[in-house]
């Protein structure tokens, strides 16, 4: 298995030259490069005999945002994955070598697409993060990373954040349906977020609305107040994956504070804590899951 990362990025149109010519070629082309690091792991472990390329999009894909536009996608690295993916589809439709993964994102609510495309895969939840939101994962990064104090229970720590990452995610969600400009959530939303001794938060959803949003926020409220779980869909299909990693640190800092001190100081920075968190993953627990399960299958030897 290769774990070189390829400067050389190529168009889609070439890449699905590539993928259909060159049958030795095995490669996976993800959203971001922790995404990358997390499958190269994950393969290394359990198809380690095989030759596989894992990129992130950026360092792979040479896409202009206006392309991704045009073919109904936000510009990001999201939109570049799915877009790349429409695109080899269109050019080879029968390769099997080369495929891309995106997260699902706001896709419950319909504000994000996921097109069926043979060598598109998307994550079981609304990205990458949610595999650790479970008791074990953050067990172990309590325990293992933070050496949490046993008081601080992982089934505690969900319950207590639950809400707030819910109601956050449906404040995303009707900000996300503003006309452009789509405004984005306010900084200081999360960086002023305080925790109680209950467990509830200091979230004021109609005040995070107001604070990122400009002019009458009424029809704003009343489609917050019309986004609800429906029964038997798991919870995970409502967490953004970057807030969880945030609301995670807020929480600690509010109810055990010591667990960032000395060399874990540098973990109150979401984007490493994000990193920390892959350290929980168990290869037993992402094998079960329908986007590891078919990623393995076409790793071992695509469809056909």
Not at 186 to 207: C, R, T, W, Y
Request: glycine share 6%; charged share 25%.
């Amino acid at each position: 298995m290769r774990h070189d990362v390829d400067e050389n990025r190529r168009t889609p149109e070439e890449l699905a030259v590539l993928f259909d010519l060159e049958p030795e070629i095995k490669e996976l082309i993800v959203e971001g490069r922790s995404d990358a690091a997390l499958l190269r792991w994950f393969f290394s472990l359990t198809a380690p005999e095989v030759d596989l390329a894992i990129f992130a999009v950026q360092d792979r894909v040479l896409i202009e945002s206006d392309r991704v536009r045009e073919l109904g996608h936000l510009p990001g690295n999201r939109g570049r994955v799915v877009a790349a993916a429409e695109i080899v589809t269109m050019k080879r439709p029968n390769q099997i070598n080369g495929a891309f993964v995106a997260d699902r994102d706001f896709s419950i609510l319909g504000l994000d697409s996921c097109p069926n495309c043979r060598c598109l895969y998307f994550t079981d939840f609304t990205s990458m993060e949610l595999y650790f939101f479970n008791e074990k994962s953050i067990k172990k990064l309590l325990t293992v990373t933070l050496r949490a104090p046993a008081t601080i229970v992982a089934a505690d720590v969900i319950e207590s954040i639950l809400s707030t990452l819910v109601n956050l995610f449906k404040v995303r969600a009707v900000i996300r349906g503003v006309e452009e400009p789509t405004p984005k959530l306010a900084g200081k939303v999360i960086d002023q977020m305080k925790f109680h001794g209950d467990g509830s938060s200091s979230l004021n959803p109609e005040e995070a609305i107001r604070k990122s949003c400009k002019g009458d926020i009424t029809g704003l409220l009343e489609k917050y107040g019309e986004i609800t779980i429906p029964e038997g869909v798991d919870v995970r299909h409502f967490i953004n994956g970057h807030d969880f990693s945030a609301i995670l640190i807020r929480y600690l800092q509010s109810v055990c504070p010591q667990v960032f001190r000395e060399e874990r100081r540098p973990l109150l920075n979401a984007p490493l804590f994000e990193i920390a968190m892959l350290t929980s993953a168990e290869v037993a627990d992402l094998e079960g899951t329908d986007l590891f399960e078919n990623l393995a299958t076409f790793v071992h030897g695509g469809d056909e």
